[in-house]
């Protein structure tokens, strides 16, 4: 069964609007439950869940005790083994549950299902389809109920910036796949909380306390880097290693999404490992991955591999200005001897690029890999760290 939890604090206009939507679902009706949790409305929001009261479990609070209190509160009320959170502002596609239901219940290895959103206005005027992969918002994402416990439900002191604590911690052991499909519709108005800048900047602050920096960032001018997490084991991500003119230089691997998310945990739970996303600072883009990994920590030596998933930034010098950020890092904080990495002799722009780099040829492993029906030989190049002592 999924618990459909949605939570309402003086949003009387919308209430039926978004019930209603819950109530048409394609999936069978004895298959989910309705739970509303009325957190101290003072509008008319009692007297209107007063009519839904044979199709929905009502839960009409005395006082307002919050959102991450309000859902744990419908947490601990659902009957579901799945649970799914709706704002009552919000509203959602007639197949939403359906879809998200089948996906969790055939594939153990999934432990969340999100799905992408329309962005819409006062109307329900569709502003924007929103990748949630990029932009995650809290509601629409189907969970297993007992992994919300295992992290111990909402932290109730996170009167906003709640939903980011808890995405945190529920990332640190599980993850969340995405379905590009926009099932979801979020509604932007004046009175969002996340309009209201003054108390997202106090809760940002306390999200930093509580976290720690988590994600090492390494600016430069044009892009970032920062640490890789299971949530960016995306279909875009996966699309870029079934790309033959993205892999015509790197060995490749037949991923599946499952088989990528089991690679990229073993490597970003090594403390031998730096993985980092590089994104464009315009826009906060993923764009690609750089890696360093240390082979040899007495001797300070490590490899190094870089990816350029999105072609749109190829030619843009972003290769460069990647490497050169995570080889500074390498020598200056981790104080490396020697930085060294493998390139294909098909791949004659990487040998240039690493030549310029300071790269310098090693060795030639001859007739080494087979791509697209031919032998290459495979080069190893290395840069030494001058000041290393």
Request: glycine share 6%; proline share 2%; charged share 30%.
């Amino acid at each position: 069964m999924v618990s459909v939890i949605i939570t309402a604090y003086n949003y009387d206009k919308y209430v039926e609007r978004c019930l209603r939507s819950v109530l048409d679902q394609s999936l069978p009706r004895n298959q989910y439950e309705i739970i509303v949790v009325n957190d101290g409305s003072t509008d008319k929001t009692k007297q209107i869940l007063e009519n839904y009261t044979d199709v929905a479990r009502i839960f009409n609070l005395e006082k307002n005790i919050g959102l991450p209190a309000a859902r744990n509160f419908g947490i601990k009320k659902a009957r579901g083994q799945f649970v799914v959170f709706i704002d009552i502002d919000d509203y959602i596609q007639h197949d939403m549950l359906l879809i998200q239901k089948i996906f969790l219940t055939e594939n153990n290895r999934i432990d969340a299902v999100s799905v992408d959103y329309y962005l819409v206005d006062e109307l329900g005027n569709h502003l924007e389809h929103v990748n949630a992969e990029e932009r995650p918002i809290a509601c629409g994402i189907m969970f297993r109920k007992d992994y919300l416990f295992n992290i111990g439900l909402y932290d109730e002191t996170f009167l906003a910036r709640e939903d980011e604590d808890f995405r945190i911690r529920f990332l640190e052991k599980y993850n969340i796949y995405n379905i590009i499909l926009p099932l979801y519709r979020y509604r932007r108005h004046e009175s969002n909380l996340t309009s209201k800048q003054h108390i997202m900047d106090e809760f940002k602050k306390k999200l930093t306390e509580k976290h720690g920096e988590k994600e090492i960032l390494l600016m430069g001018e044009k892009i970032y880097l920062r640490k890789l997490t299971l949530n960016d084991v995306t279909h875009k991500y996966l699309s870029w290693l079934q790309d033959p003119e993205v892999m015509s230089g790197i060995e490749k691997n037949n991923y599946t999404l499952n088989k990528l998310n089991d690679y990229v945990k073993s490597k970003i739970n090594s403390k031998n490992v730096f993985f980092f996303a590089i994104c464009d600072k315009e826009n906060n883009n993923h764009i690609g991955n750089i890696k360093m990994e240390m082979v040899n920590d007495l001797a300070k030596v490590a490899d190094l591999g870089v990816l350029i998933g999105d072609k749109k930034y190829w030619g843009k010098g972003i290769g460069y200005e990647a490497c050169s950020l995570l080889i500074n890092f390498g020598f200056n904080e981790l104080k490396l001897k020697k930085i060294f990495l493998a390139v294909f002799d098909n791949n004659p722009n990487a040998i240039k690029l690493y030549k310029k780099l300071g790269f310098q040829l090693e060795g030639t492993l001859k007739q080494h890999v087979f791509v697209n029906g031919k032998y290459y030989d495979k080069h190893i190049m290395s840069i030494f760290n001058k000041n290393h002592v």
